[in-house]
């Protein structure tokens, strides 16, 4: 794959995962006109832009449903390793890094990352499983839907009652879902398994807010969601469980201000 292509999929990934605010962040007008901007800067067709973007729609849960039918292919799941950690701010600045071709900090910023986004990349095929597990995932996103359509029943089975949630899957804060009734305030984590047994991942900040709320703090896990889903509701998973750490390369980026 070529570079200016790896350089549309970051900015493809940029415009599934932040949508409006993306799109009003690069200034480029409506949909249609910002693809065929970016397009003529990389040198790649708009609807190539466009068709990128829904690719990483399917699994990023916003408005539009993208290529849910079509599974994602090699350098897609390696762009969403590597920048699905970031704010909006830090790809904002990446994106726009590439998109004013300032050559210089543009290959500090990402040239490591264009050398592993590549189907022949036959290092990480060795190295790396890229069944895509991240809570953002397919099978994340099918368990965070079915607790949004069933979450009445769940909540009283662990005798909440008459609770509303609210949807914080963007906020970055540890958790999915916060749970606001008259009595308590509980924070729910989902993760989905497409079989009844399987690992589930959490990140460092997830783990980190599980051990912070302790009791406050639930797992619920969706297995079997292939075939008939099954539930597991598990109150303070950090006491409960002792997981192993997992380290991965991924994009960080360090904010630098120069010449006080």
């Not at 794959?1 to 995962?17: G, Q, T, V």
Request: overall charge positive.
């Amino acid at each position: 794959m070529e570079d200016n292509h790896k350089k549309a999929l970051i900015i493809a990934f940029y415009l599934s995962k932040f949508d409006k605010i993306a799109y009003e962040h690069l200034s480029y007008g409506n949909k249609k006109d910002t693809h065929k901007k970016i397009g003529n800067i990389l040198d790649v067709n708009p609807n190539t832009i466009k068709n990128m973007r829904d690719e990483f729609d399917s699994v990023l849960g916003n408005s539009r449903k993208g290529w849910w039918q079509k599974p994602l292919s090699k350098t897609r799941l390696q762009t969403i390793e590597k920048f699905d950690n970031l704010s909006e701010s830090s790809l904002n600045a990446i994106v726009v890094n590439i998109l004013n071709n300032f050559e210089l900090q543009n290959e500090e910023v990402i040239k490591d990352v264009l050398i592993t986004i590549d189907d022949n990349n036959g290092n990480l095929k060795s190295k790396r499983n890229y069944s895509f597990s991240v809570s953002r995932g397919q099978t994340g996103l099918a368990a965070e839907n079915y607790f949004i359509n069933n979450y009445v029943n769940i909540l009283q089975n662990i005798g909440l009652k008459n609770c509303n949630f609210v949807d914080t899957r963007n906020c970055g804060c540890g958790y999915d879902f916060e749970i606001i009734s008259n009595d308590c305030k509980k924070f729910i984590e989902v993760k989905g398994l497409s079989g009844k047994k399987g690992s589930i991942l959490f990140t460092d900040k997830e783990w980190n807010t599980a051990l912070e709320l302790k009791e406050n703090y639930i797992l619920l896990v969706v297995k079997n969601l292939d075939v008939k889903p099954e539930l597991q509701l598990i109150i303070n998973p950090a006491e409960k469980y002792n997981p192993s750490p997992k380290a991965q390369q991924v994009v960080q980026v360090n904010w630098i201000i120069k010449e006080l």
